[in-house]
């Protein structure tokens, strides 16, 4: 049994001694990888402004939206991994009351079926510059970023006096904001 457990013994050196080869041989192995552009926004909560407000006593101002402005706030991420363009655009070019254009018509130079609004995308960290879209000035509005960003941006929507000169008309108002971020 000595003489096996020795042999066995004398086998395991042999295997656990280093092995003396000729030279080594090494080879370089480049890694590569694409990162595709992308840009991501979170989906902002709807905007509901459930009555607005109106001057509704008599005089000169009676039916005008009233001075001050009224808003609703939320946080949106929106990011992007290269350097982009971040926009906003109304589809009616205001809040439109499309059933009202019809009241309007009757003393155009006082009413209105559209009620103008702003909305401001703010990056808290400044990584890209402030977009301050209003609708009385355009249908569309964008800014560029420098370079990549991820923000936890502030949205807000504001109605304002300044914006909408004539009466609104009564009724319901809508529009569709699309916020975009993409290549500029």
Known sequence: MKKILIAAVA??????TPAFAGPTDSQALNVSGTVNQEC???????????????NE???????LLKNGSQAQSQNIYVSCNYA???GASSQNGGLLNAAGATLAENDPDDFTNVIHYRVKLDATDNSFPVLDFRTRLE???SVNAAGAFHNNALLEVRIDRDDTAKRPVAGAYTDVTVLSA???
């Open 139 to 141: 249908a569309g509005d």
């Open 84 to 86: 982009a363009k971040v």
């Open 57 to 63: 006593g008599a005089g000169a101002n009676a039916l």
């Open 182 to 184: 993409g290549p500029v």
């Open 11 to 16: 086998s395991t050196a042999l295997i656990a």
């Open 40 to 54: 991501s926004i979170a989906a902002p909560a709807a905007v509901n402004f459930p009555t607005v407000n109106i």
